[in-house]
């Protein structure tokens, strides 16, 4: 899944950035978070950056490290960030959570004594409800991730399809995902382009072909040369 719709955002980068102060400023680097579960104490947001240049083994071996440092307390990163939190009077967290992750993930710097957080939050978020039995669920959007899209990932089941190939209904193994989109950025034609490749990936993820589709750069992009 990540690697699906990190492809399909990349290949559509003209839909995707940050607001800063009110004006979109479009991605250089695409980021992709997941949400994990620390133990049931909190979600650790473990995020990997163009996934579009890594392989499926690549994207797996990154993330089940993270995944293991997060799950045994010692993403450090995260506890900087957190570790003053215990001591903050709980009316003050949320602009204080609001103003580290806007600084961190919007303007690129990080406030002094709560870590190393400019790459700590991508542009999707994906979280799995599959582990807790949902079938589906709509995860809100929140200040503190600025994410531009979450994904929640429901649960595995098995349901009876149309096999193009045998011409014929059998049973596969499915899953249901829905999309919670930013609506400063554009309305559903601005992220069915990056679904629709998202959805050919899964599709045919060993006779996917990136090249097949436009690349949709930005204005500052092309005067960078494509850079």
Known sequence: MIKAIGWGAWKYRQN??????????????????????????????????NVHEMTLSEIALSLNVKVIKAKNNKDKEFKDTTKLFGVIPTFLLTPIMH???????????????????????????????????????????CSPMFAQCMLCIGKIFKKPVYDEKLDQIVPRETTQCVFTMDHRYGDAANISPTIKIMHDFL????????????DVISKSEEERGGV
């Open 203 to 214: 599709k045919d993820p060993e006779g996917f072909d990136p090249a097949k589709y436009k």
């Open 99 to 141: 103003m580290v992750a806007y600084t961190a993930a919007n303007l690129g710097f990080n406030l002094p004594g709560f870590g190393d957080n400019t790459r700590k939050l991508g542009h999707i978020v994906i979280s799995n409800v599959g582990s807790m039995d949902f079938d589906m669920a709509f995860a809100p959007l």
């Open 16 to 49: 995707w950035g940050r607001i800063v102060f009110g004006f979109f400023r479009p991605l250089k680097e695409m980021g992709i978070t997941v949400l994990c579960d620390n133990g049931g104490r909190d979600l650790v947001p473990v995020t990997i950056w």
